[in-house]
């Protein structure tokens, strides 16, 4: 691909990030609120099952896990998979992967955002404030669906497009980090479930839009570059 192109394609892109729209996929594409299952009411009987489920990972939590779920409180991009790849999986050594995960990132908050706000689920520990979430707690009504586990299921399926290689460790790390959403206390097992659900219809909006499929194989080729991996090499 030549510079200049691929230059021009960030740059619109990141036009749209700062006025929060969808750089790939709006929306209107996955319609997060028609797509998902209503989750079930706060005095209902699933939701008193979902509670005692939080309760029982609450109990057996030990500090390395709920040191390990902070951590990744604090990253919903594609680099949370270094822990698979390595440390030459890092946004610095990679400007194009980095802008890709932006974008991917980006997507992933236009999409779930609207199915926050329609379904304005209720955090469990302000159902059950017996509950002890060790992780950001808010008062604001946007349990479900989970953006972490959005996040960390859409960045899977982009990078097992960039490194197929790795696709059975990357979407354990996937689900590891989904849970760490229940391991901080913050989400019900649901909105982690509607989470990974949203993920994977976003993906696949994500990989019919033809300036993802530009700015997806720009970064793989840079990626596998740095991971001594064939370039040529498709999924």
């Known amino acids: ?52 489920e939080l309760h029982r990972i609450e109990a057996a939590r030990t500090p390395a896990q709920v040191e390990q779920a902070r951590a990744d409180e604090g990253v919903e991009t594609l680099f949370i998979y270094q822990s698979v790849l390595g440390p030459r999986f890092n946004a610095a050594a990679l400007p194009l992967t980095a802008a890709l995960a ?5 997507d992933e908050g236009v999409n779930s955002t609207p199915g926050k706000l329609a379904f304005n689920r209720v955090r469990p520990y302000n159902v059950d404030v017996t509950l002890h979430p060790v992780c950001k707690t808010k008062t604001k009504n946007d349990s479900y669906p989970s953006g972490h586990a959005t996040a960390g299921y859409l960045g899977a399926l982009v990078l097992i497009e960039m490194v197929p290689e790795q696709r059975d460790a990357i979407l354990a790390r996937a689900d590891d980090y989904a849970h760490n959403r229940l391991i901080c206390g913050v989400h ?11 993920a994977y219809a976003t993906h ?5 839009n033809p300036a993802f499929q530009i700015e997806l194989a720009a970064a793989r080729a840079e990626l596998r570059h740095a991971l001594d991996l064939p370039v ?4």
């Open 1 to 52: 691909m030549k510079p200049f192109i691929l230059f021009s394609l960030i740059a619109v892109s990141g036009a749209a990030l700062a006025a929060h729209d969808p750089v790939y996929v709006p929306p209107t594409a996955t319609n997060a609120a028609q797509i998902l299952m209503a989750p079930a009411a706060p005095d209902s009987a699933s939701t008193r099952e979902e509670l005692a």
């Open 102 to 106: 932006k974008h991917v990132s980006n």
């Open 188 to 198: 019900f097992p649901s909105d982690v479930v509607a989470g990974k659900l949203l």
């Open 204 to 208: 696949a909006a994500m990989d019919a």
């Open 232 to 235: 040529g090499a498709q999924p």
